[in-house]
């Protein structure tokens, strides 16, 4: 994710700045939540490291969108 907010709005936008707001927003909490969720790790009861898709689908679900008002 490398565009700037101004770049997202001259791209997407021509007047409702409060939609393209929320819509930038959505867009930095999912690229936040999807790297977390393929950088992060778990150790499982044994203290081995491992990584799983439902810790990953975890995180990726972890704000709902629908918060972003």
Do not use: W
């Not at 700037?4 to 867009?27: C, G, N």
């Not at 491992?50 to 975890?58: D, G, L, P, R, V």
């Amino acid at each position: 994710m490398k565009q700037t907010a101004r770049e997202f709005y001259d791209a997407h936008y021509s007047d409702d700045a409060v939609v393209m707001m929320i819509d930038f927003a959505k867009l930095h909490v999912e690229a936040a939540l999807k790297e977390a969720s393929e950088k992060a790790y778990f150790r499982d009861s044994n203290g081995f490291v491992c990584k799983t898709e439902e810790n990953k689908k975890s995180i990726l679900n972890s704000y709902p969108l629908e918060n972003i008002k």
